[in-house]
């Protein structure tokens, strides 16, 4: 059968008003309903952006509260609340890093009432562990609904897989190759130049000669977390942060990036002083660049001191109430610049 214009074009047609009505019932009915659960960081960028002079975004760091704590309160109602004549909410989703915290961000709307956001910065989600985390293709799932692409495709584009999701397994097999081959770089000198070097070379033995098992496996995990040095041409978190500035900058927007602290007390006393050199290296990398690049940098790598950390038995950024206060005086600080409402 031969198709003739005549008989394509109603088809066309047909094809294109289902797909114009599709998308803008989506828009209408569907869309804002399904970020709160599926997308829920633009779903509170929407909710806020028109109420709040400063956006705080974050992860778990934000809202993590110690079993003893007797303030509850996050780190941005604690920098909110010190604020004068200025408003300030944060929007957080645990394990997210500035890989997708920068969708959000390209949605911010210029002509809102946002001028000024704090982004999380953290030092681990620079190092391979995170990078090859197994929740990155669940976070990638729900990165499709932050693209600035039309909400139907973005839906579609989650629901039929047309997102980059590497399994677990992959995963796990390429943070085990970086631990063994990938060389560590610093301006000092460094005992050992990759993670499993330098990890094994650490045994802690108890008096009747046996291994010391929690100690040597909470040693062997701040070297795994923190035995890296930044490589700023392959690092997908500095092309993230990058793009961060340049977006903030076609918006007008004052960026801040807020860089948590590390307990460098535990990291000093259970692996040795270079660990804690390697962490501060990584940290004047990232201060200088990103200063130079216009931003500001609170530097809060070691602010927080080490007992005021939650977990004991791993590397963490969440901290107690006293952690949290200190990280939010130091945001506090560095927001004095805002602009008060009249």
Same mark, same amino acid.
Do not use: C
């Given at each position: 059968m031969q198709w003739s214009f005549k008989h394509i074009a109603p088809r066309v047609l047909a094809i294109t008003v289902t797909v114009f009505v599709s998308s803008w019932l989506y828009n209408k009915v569907f869309w804002i309903p399904e970020l709160k659960d599926q997308g829920p960081m633009l779903y509170n960028l929407i909710e806020y952006q028109n109420h709040n002079d400063v956006l705080y975004f974050?992860?778990?760091?934000?809202?993590?509260?110690?079993? @003893?704590?007797?303030?509850?309160?996050?780190?941005?109602?604690?920098? #909110?609340?010190?604020?004068?004549?200025?408003?300030?909410?944060?929007?957080?989703?645990?394990?997210?890093?500035?890989?997708?915290?920068? !969708?959000?961000?390209?949605?911010?709307? !210029?002509?809102?009432?946002v001028k000024h956001i704090v982004v999380t910065m953290n030092l681990r989600s620079f190092d391979k562990p995170w990078i090859f985390s197994t929740q990155e293709g669940a976070l990638l799932r729900t990165r499709c609904f932050y693209y600035t692409t039309p909400p139907l495709y973005n839906r579609l584009c989650a629901t039929l897989g047309y997102y980059e999701n590497p399994s677990a397994e992959?995963?796990?097999?390429?943070?085990?190759?970086?631990f063994e081959k990938d060389s560590i770089k610093a301006n000092f000198p460094l005992a050992y130049t990759t993670v499993n070097a330098w990890k094994n070379s650490i045994?802690?033995?108890? !008096?009747?000669?046996?291994? #010391? @098992? @929690?100690?040597?496996g909470l040693a062997h995990h701040y070297v795994k977390a923190y035995a890296f040095s930044i490589d700023t041409l392959n690092n997908p978190r500095i092309r993230d942060f990058d793009e961060i500035v340049n977006v903030c900058k076609s918006k007008n927007i004052k960026v801040y990036f807020n860089l948590l602290s590390e307990n460098t007390q535990w990291a000093d006393s259970l692996v040795g002083k270079e660990l804690s050199m390697l962490m501060r290296y990584n940290r004047?990398?990232?201060?200088?660049?990103?200063? #130079?690049?216009?931003?500001?940098?609170?530097?809060?790598? @070691?602010a927080v001191p080490g007992k005021h950390f939650g977990e004991k038995n791993w590397t963490t950024e969440h901290y107690d109430q006293t952690g949290r206060a200190i990280i939010a005086k130091n945001v506090c600080k560095a927001l004095a610049s805002v602009p008060r409402k009249k």
């Open positions: 974050g992860e778990s760091s934000n809202y993590w509260v110690a079993p @003893e704590d007797a303030d509850k309160r996050t780190i941005s109602d604690m920098i #909110n609340d010190s604020l004068i004549g200025a408003r300030l909410s944060g929007i957080q989703v645990p394990a997210y890093h500035a890989g997708m915290f920068l !969708p959000v961000i390209k949605h911010i709307n !210029p002509n809102s009432r992959l995963q796990d097999e390429k943070m085990l190759e970086a045994a802690y033995l108890n !008096p009747d000669g046996s291994t #010391n @098992e @929690e100690k040597q004047d990398l990232l201060v200088n660049r990103y200063t #130079n690049q216009g931003a500001v940098v609170i530097d809060n790598l @070691e």
